[in-house]
């Protein structure tokens, strides 16, 4: 029988806790092609590489498990499995992570996690971001590597006829305090930034970027931020149509 | 009587044509305050700059018109209008572009430009990006700069209670042969890569991004890619809250 072939990537560089125990997770499942940024590249949302040439680097070769380097960003990674390394093969799932940091809430638009698990359901195969709440490099990824396990195998065995994004996160506890799953539906908030205003030697202002996430509604139940927040692994399917077709008849009347 | 404050950035960076030209037009309704990125940011996304400081320099300063140039993407422009130099004070409107490059179907997706005006709606003001179907440099204006001044004026005297953002696309025409505006829909479709892999004078195999956007629905005249090809300014109301609802009762059953 075909082994099942899993693409992986993530944000936080190819050498990050959260990406390599996810691939030895995965591995326990099917065939292993990962790519992943050479370097740190959290807060890249779908961004690509356009005006510089990016540098691929095999750094691990086993039999079904070979990692990469890309010199990119996620999207980037994402698009150099499906277009080149993997081009005409069947990928049968799509994982991006596990993320240091929560993606939940508007993250989603942010998150570098996210971006590539976006591009990965573009070609066809289901794909899972999957992000732990704590952004420690040494995090204690034991519930999360529980879910991704959980997550491979309910997707391995599902069939979708259409394009399936998740977007997967899980509180920073042991696995045993986790609550149970929750489909939910993406908080609505924002980043407020305060920038930490500096001088270099020379006499220029630099500012460091320094937000705080504000929920609008931080009593809604039904939402991933509420249910992160209160135990829960959160899941939130993504769209890729970004249309808001509840305000087409107001612009058609206006414009 | 209080002039409307205008806020400006796009992706091209700070001394782009079609920025340049979108600060003169804008400047004609109101006190504009315009942060462009330093250097080229096209395909930026929604990114952040997490792990660098940023660098602001004001580059234009009339009464009425001040132009800054910022380290950073086009996210990082918008927050540093929004939580810095204008703190506290109302903005009117928030404009981005005008793009050298659509920026219909997917591209909503990549597009720094895109990036900076959701960001610009985040902070309750209602935001417009604004591209032209034509990447080159010098390119002909004229048509986008007419639809950008009836978007400014059309925004300016409207009120909305919830979050405006929208993707506006102008075909490279004209102004006297553009057919008239379309309220559309997201099209769907993908972009595919093809790497151009070539060596390093080390040896070393490096890539260039070089893809081509395939569109799943070419005859949807709902579309904004249709309308866009055959003469139509585009109008498409951006969503932020990307749930994918019609799929979360399959994975309530499924997880």
């Not at 740190?40 to 961004?47: C, F, L, P, R, T």
């Not at 391995?156 to 042991?174: I, S």
């Not at 929920?215 to 993504?238: I, M, Q, R, S």
Request: proline share 4%.
């Amino acid at each position: 029988m075909r082994k099942p072939l899993i693409f992986i990537t993530n944000d936080d560089g190819v050498n990050a806790k959260g990406f390599r125990l996810l691939v030895e997770v995965a591995a326990r499942y099917g065939r292993v092609i990962a790519i992943a940024p050479a370097e740190m590249q959290s807060g890249k949302s779908n961004a690509i590489t356009m005006y510089q040439p990016l540098f691929l680097k095999k750094v691990v070769d086993e039999p079904d498990k070979q990692i990469y380097s890309l010199t990119g960003t996620p999207v980037d990674c994402a698009k150099m499995a499906f277009d080149n390394l993997l081009l005409g093969e069947k990928v049968d799932l799509a994982l991006s992570g596990i993320n240091h940091g929560s993606n939940a809430g508007i993250n989603v638009l942010y998150s570098g996690t996210m971006g590539a698990a976006m591009e990965g359901s573009f070609y066809g195969c289901p794909s899972v971001g999957l992000s732990l709440d704590d952004h420690d490099l040494d995090a204690d990824f034991d519930g999360a590597l529980q879910v991704a396990a959980m997550m491979i195998e309910k997707m391995l065995g599902a069939q979708f006829d259409e394009q399936v994004c998740l977007n997967v996160n899980v509180p920073a506890v042991r696995p045993e305090e986790l609550k149970g799953i929750r489909v939910c539906r993406q908080t609505r908030g924002f980043w407020r930034e305060e920038y930490d205003c500096r001088q270099d030697p020379r006499g220029n202002d630099y500012f460091w970027l320094h937000g705080a996430f504000c929920n609008a509604e931080p009593e809604a139940e039904e939402t991933d931020e509420w249910a992160l927040k209160n135990g829960y692994v959160t899941v939130v399917p993504v769209k890729i149509d970004m249309t808001n077709y509840a305000l087409m008849d107001r612009l058609k009347g206006m414009l």
